[in-house]
C-alpha cells in the first residue's frame, strides 16, 4: 500500500502478542490474546465497553503486568525489561488517551513540550518552540498554542493529545477510544488525522475503539474482541461480510448496515 | 462451619490492610531509591517549594502570630500568681521552640498541603495524567513525587522556625503593651534558656514530619482510584493519616529527646 507520504506496510513485525492473559480477582479480561501488528499497519481493536481493549493496550505500554503469555514491542518483552529500558521504549511510542490526559496545570504548549523531558538529546528553547508548532501546526491548532487545557473543546484536546505523543516522532502509535465522546464531525476529523498520522510519519497503530466508523476509516485490518479472545481478525469486509451472530449483532448495533 | 466464615471475615479484612501496609513500605522505599539518584527535577522541586513554602506564609504568619499572643495572654495570670512574670519571654520560647512550633506547623500544613497534594495527585490518577507521564517516557514517580515530598521536607523546618519568630514577635507586642520591654532585651530574655539540643529537636521533628506529610499526601493521590469520590477521599485520608502520624512521632521524638536530656 503506498501514499503520497510514500507509506509503505511491510512484513517486519512491531507488535507480537502470543497467549497473553489477564485477570482482576476473579475477573478475566483477556484470556489467551493472540496478536501481531507490521511495520506501517493501523489496526482497530473492536470490542464491547469493559471488553478488555484499553486493558491489552496498558499492557502493550507497559502500565500493566500480564499475569501470562509474551508481549514483544519493537523487539522488546515489555514486561521483561527493566524500567530504564521501558523509558527509552516509550519514547518509540505514542499514546492517545481516552480522555486526552493532557496536563491540567500547563499551558498547550508546556504540554506539547513535555514529553521531550524524557529525550536524552538536549535541546534549545528554540528547538524546542520550532518541534512544538511544527506538530501543532500538523494537527491544525496553531492558534491554541497558550491556552490551557480547559479553554479547549473535546475534538481540540484530542487533537492536543494525539500532537503531545507525535513531538518524539514515535513508530507505534496507540490510540485509546479515539472518537469517543465527539460529535460526527469531529469524529470525521480526528479519524482523517489518525490516517494522516499513519501516512505522515509512517507510524504503525492500534486502535482501540467500538466506532465501526471509526475502524472502517482509519484501518487496515480489524480484530474483534469478544469475551477475552479475538474471534476474528482480516479487512473491515471480510470481519463484517459474516452470518456470525455475535459480529452481526455487534455490527448491526452500531446502526451502518 | 461459623469458624471458618469467621475466619474468612477476619482474613478478608486483614488482608488489604497488610497489603496496604507493604505497599507503603515499598513507596516509601523507592522514594528513597529515587530521590539520591540522578537525573533531579530541580525545576519542578523549584516549583514546589515555592508552592509549599511561600504561599503558606499568610498561613503560618497568622496562626504563629496569634500563637504567640493567646499563649501569653494565658500564661500571665497564673505566673503573676507565683510571682514569676519575668520567666513569661523564657517559658514562651521553649514552648514555641520545642513543642509549639514544629506540631502546630505541621498540622496546619498536613491540612492545607497534605490535603493539596492528595488531591493534585489523586486527580492527576484518576484522569489518567500521571500514566501520560509514564508512557512519554519520564519518571512520573521522580517527577511528582520525589519533588513534593522533597519540598515539603525542606519546606516545614523552614516555615517551623518563621512561626517561632512570629509567635515571639507577637509574644513580644502581647508583653509591651503592658510593661516598657525593648525588642532587644525581650529577645535575650526568651532565647537565653533555649539549648542547643532544643533547636535540634525541633528542627528533627520538622524534618520528619514534613517528610511524613509529603509521603502520606503522595501515597494517598498516587494511589488513588475510583474517580472523583476517590480523589476527595485521598485528599481525606492525606489529612486524617498525616496527623495520626504526627502525633505517633511527637510522642516519640519527645521520649527520645527527654533521654538525651536526662543523660547531658
Same mark, same amino acid.
Not at chain 2, 501569653?72 to 520567666?87: C, E, F, I, M, N
Not at chain 2, 509591651?176 to 532565647?191: P, V
Given at each position: ?6 507509506? +509503505? ?12 492473559? &489477564? ?18 499497519? /493501523? ?5 464491547? #465497553?469493559?471488553?478488555?481493549? #484499553?486493558?491489552? +493496550? ?21 514486561? &521483561? ?29 508546556? /504540554? ?82 489518525? &490516517? ?5 510519519? /509512517?507510524?504503525?497503530?492500534? +486502535? ?7 475502524? &472502517? ?31 452481526? +449483532? ?8 | ?24 513500605? %515499598? ?227 519527645? %521520649? ?9
Amino acid at each position: 500500500m503506498t501514499s503520497q507520504y510514500n507509506h +509503505i506496510i511491510t512484513d517486519e513485525k512491531v507488535i507480537t502478542i502470543n497467549d497473553l492473559h &489477564k485477570s482482576f480477582g476473579e475477573l478475566t479480561v483477556l484470556n489467551g490474546v493472540k496478536l501481531d501488528i507490521y511495520k506501517g499497519e /493501523n489496526v482497530a481493536v473492536l470490542g464491547r #465497553s469493559g471488553s478488555g481493549k #484499553s486493558v491489552l +493496550i496498558k499492557i502493550i505500554a507497559g502500565l500493566l503486568k500480564p499475569d501470562s503469555g509474551t508481549v514483544s514491542v519493537l523487539g522488546q518483552e515489555v514486561d &521483561k525489561i527493566t524500567e530504564k529500558e521501558l523509558r527509552t521504549l516509550r519514547l518509540k511510542i505514542g499514546f492517545s488517551f481516552q480522555n486526552s490526559a493532557l496536563y491540567d496545570s500547563m499551558t498547550v504548549r508546556e /504540554n506539547i513540550a513535555f514529553p521531550l523531558r524524557g529525550n536524552t538529546e538536549k535541546l534549545t528553547q528554540k528547538e524546542i518552540n520550532i518541534k512544538v508548532e511544527e506538530v501543532l501546526d500538523a494537527v491544525g491548532l496553531i492558534q491554541t498554542i497558550n491556552q490551557m487545557p480547559s479553554e479547549l473543546s473535546g475534538g481540540q484536546r484530542k487533537r492536543i493529545g494525539i500532537a503531545r505523543t507525535l513531538i518524539l516522532k514515535p513508530e507505534l502509535m496507540l490510540y485509546d477510544e479515539p472518537t469517543s465522546g465527539l460529535d460526527p464531525i469531529t469524529c470525521i476529523e480526528i479519524n482523517n488525522l489518525i &490516517k494522516e498520522v499513519q501516512e505522515r510519519y /509512517n507510524t504503525s497503530a492500534i +486502535i482501540i475503539t467500538h466506532d465501526l466508523t471509526c475502524a &472502517k476509516t482509519t484501518a487496515n485490518r480489524v480484530a474483534l474482541l469478544i469475551e477475552g479472545n479475538f474471534l476474528t481478525q482480516g479487512t473491515f469486509e471480510e470481519v463484517f461480510d459474516t452470518e456470525d451472530e455475535t459480529v452481526k +449483532i455487534f455490527f448491526d448495533y452500531n446502526f451502518i448496515t | 462451619m461459623k469458624t471458618n466464615r469467621k475466619v474468612y471475615v477476619i482474613s478478608k479484612n486483614l488482608d488489604p490492610f497488610f497489603l496496604g501496609i507493604y505497599s507503603a513500605y %515499598q513507596f516509601v522505599g523507592r522514594y528513597f531509591r529515587e530521590a539520591f539518584k540522578p537525573p533531579f527535577e530541580f525545576t519542578e522541586l523549584k516549583k514546589q517549594c515555592y508552592a509549599i513554602g511561600v504561599k503558606s506564609l499568610p498561613l503560618i504568619t497568622l496562626t504563629g502570630f496569634v500563637t504567640g499572643v493567646v499563649f501569653t495572654k494565658q500564661s500571665r495570670p497564673s505566673l503573676q500568681d507565683l510571682g514569676a512574670v519575668s520567666w513569661l519571654p523564657s517559658l514562651i520560647a521553649i514552648a514555641l521552640v520545642r513543642a509549639l512550633a514544629p506540631l502546630i506547623t505541621s498540622l496546619i500544613s498536613a491540612g492545607k498541603i497534605g490535603s493539596n497534594i492528595g488531591a493534585q495527585l489523586g486527580s492527576m490518577r484518576v484522569t489518567e495524567q500521571i500514566d501520560a507521564i509514564d508512557v512519554s517516557g519520564v519518571n512520573a514517580f521522580k517527577y511528582l513525587v520525589v519533588t513534593r515530598v522533597t519540598a515539603t521536607t525542606l519546606m516545614i523546618p523552614i516555615l517551623m522556625m518563621y512561626f517561632a519568630f512570629v509567635g515571639l514577635i507577637g509574644s513580644f507586642l502581647n508583653v509591651s503593651m503592658g510593661e516598657n520591654t525593648s525588642f532587644i532585651s525581650y529577645f535575650q530574655e526568651a532565647l537565653s534558656p533555649i539549648s542547643f539540643l532544643d533547636v535540634l529537636t525541633g528542627l528533627f521533628k520538622s524534618i520528619m514530619y514534613g517528610l511524613t506529610i509529603g509521603l502520606v499526601g503522595s501515597y494517598k493521590g498516587y494511589n488513588a482510584t475510583r474517580g472523583t469520590e476517590g480523589v476527595g477521599k485521598a485528599a481525606n485520608m492525606a489529612v486524617v493519616v498525616s496527623m495520626f502520624l504526627i502525633f505517633v512521632e511527637e510522642i516519640i521524638i519527645v %521520649q527520645l529527646s527527654g533521654w538525651i536530656r536526662l543523660a547531658q
